[in-house]
């Protein structure tokens, strides 16, 4: 699903998954969450995630912009037995709070939430948005430290992005 292409509209409430968080933090991106929506929500068990190890170059960052964006779940997580307790607590809080979008980045767990109706965008689609909102001036050193700092994303799938928004491509790293 896209998010609107009105650069002067926001994009309601998304609920962020683990994954995503760490790869905005390391490219120093976490405010573009606040540019691109209205609310920024997650479940517990993404900031106990987020949280846990505090020797981080990021840590402050990421605990400073999430503390208080932490919601606890209402109803029982069925879903741990399809995922780690993050990914199926975010799924559970974005139908509680009727989210408008599930940023997550795991392919297993984003399937899944899509097979349940749910409005998913990841990371590198995140940045996309941003780029044409004009929001970065270019995505290629960003999905450059992306994969030096070993957040895992198909270097075709980069390309295919930095192709489109006329980048030159990246070389394995």
Sequence with gaps: MTLKSSCNMKNGLV???SGAIFSLAVIDKLEILNLLFDN?????AVWKEITLDKTTKQFQTIYSF?????VQIKGFNELTFLMDYGESESIILYKELKANF??????????????????????VGLLSVARDKNMISKLKPLFERLLQNKRF??????NAILSKHGENKINKI
Excluded: H, N, W
């Design 153 to 158: 994303y198909a270097v075709e799938l980069l």
């Design 66 to 70: 999430f503390q208080d964006k932490t």
């Design 40 to 44: 920024i929500r997650i479940p517990m």
């Design 102 to 123: 599930l940023l997550i980045d795991d392919k297993k767990a984003r399937k899944i939430a899509e097979s349940f109706g749910l409005k998913c965008i990841g990371t």
């Design 15 to 17: 609920i962020a998954d």
